[in-house]
């Protein structure tokens, strides 16, 4: 078996609002190998964005260990998850976070610089990346100006461009019609057997179908974990 990249052992988060406690995860195991293809499948409230945040450094947990890429999160100082954040994880977010005041193909060169620090190639990877998710022809257009499922296309296209070994993407599909939406997977899985370790979240089961392996979470916990039913399935058996 290929090294794990992202290790999770009894991994917890719970969070205390006015003295009731939120249990969002509880006793989370994982061990999801270098370019693999993830799916997280799980109801709403589940706690799926929940673990993605955990992996990529973007929250605390309150027990357990999550060590990414070789490196022990929990408990990491300050600079180290910051350089982790821009060197190791790209995050496609549940809602875009897009800049607004920038093109798509500026909202793309600035992801690239940022984890290239400035000696990446930015300028000449965003049209072409852009042009992979079917954007070609809207690099100059600002975030006002795309609908809903182009927004996350650039969002998906800002992520594939830095070209950081660990993908997390949070509902990528959510806003996408079925075509886009397969395509969308599809071009994750690629990216996947390219190399890079990708987690999906979804709480679509049809989308997970395609992953070469399903973590199932029910009320914060893992509830399965193996491969789809009937191994990774071809796009064209998929029905939205
Ligand atoms: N900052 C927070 N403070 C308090 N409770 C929270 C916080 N964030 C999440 N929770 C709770 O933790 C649980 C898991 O939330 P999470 O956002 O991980 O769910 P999810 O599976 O991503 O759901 P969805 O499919 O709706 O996005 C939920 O019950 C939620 O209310
Ligand atoms: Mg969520």
Redesign the pocket.
């Known amino acids: 078996m290929t090294t794990p990249v992202v290790e999770l052992e009894g991994v917890g988060r719970r969070?205390e609002?006015g003295g009731n406690v939120?249990t969002?995860l509880h006793g989370v195991d994982l061990a999801v190998p270098e370019g693999s293809f993830t799916v997280v499948l799980?109801p709403?409230?589940?706690?799926?964005?929940?673990l993605l945040n955990l992996i990529g450094a973007l929250d605390v947990a309150s027990e357990g260990e999550v060590r990414v890429a070789g490196r022990r999160i929990t408990g990491a100082a300050r600079g180290e998850l910051f350089r982790f954040r821009r060197e190791t994880v790209s995050f496609i977010f549940?809602t875009f976070n897009l800049f607004p005041g920038l093109t798509a193909r500026e909202n793309v060169e600035f992801a690239v610089d940022v984890a290239r620090r400035g000696g990446g190639d930015g300028a000449a990877r965003a049209p072409e990346v852009l042009g992979r998710v079917g954007l070609g022809d809207r690099l100059d257009h600002f975030p006002h100006q795309l609908s809903g499922g182009e927004q996350q296309r650039v969002a998906i296209a800002r992520a594939l461009a830095t070209g950081n070994p660990v993908l997390l993407a949070d509902?990528p599909t959510g806003e996408l019609d079925f075509h886009t939406g397969v395509q969308i997977l599809e071009l994750l899985r690629e990216q996947a057997h390219a190399g890079v370790t990708v987690l999906v979240?979804t709480?679509n089961r049809e989308i997970s179908r395609m992953a070469d392996r399903v973590v199932e979470?029910s009320s914060?916990a893992v509830r399965s974990d193996g491969p789809p039913p009937g191994g990774p399935a071809d796009v064209s058996t998929l029905h939205w």
């Open positions: 969070y609002i939120v969002a799980g709403s409230g589940s706690g799926k964005t929940t549940q509902e979240v709480h979470l914060g």
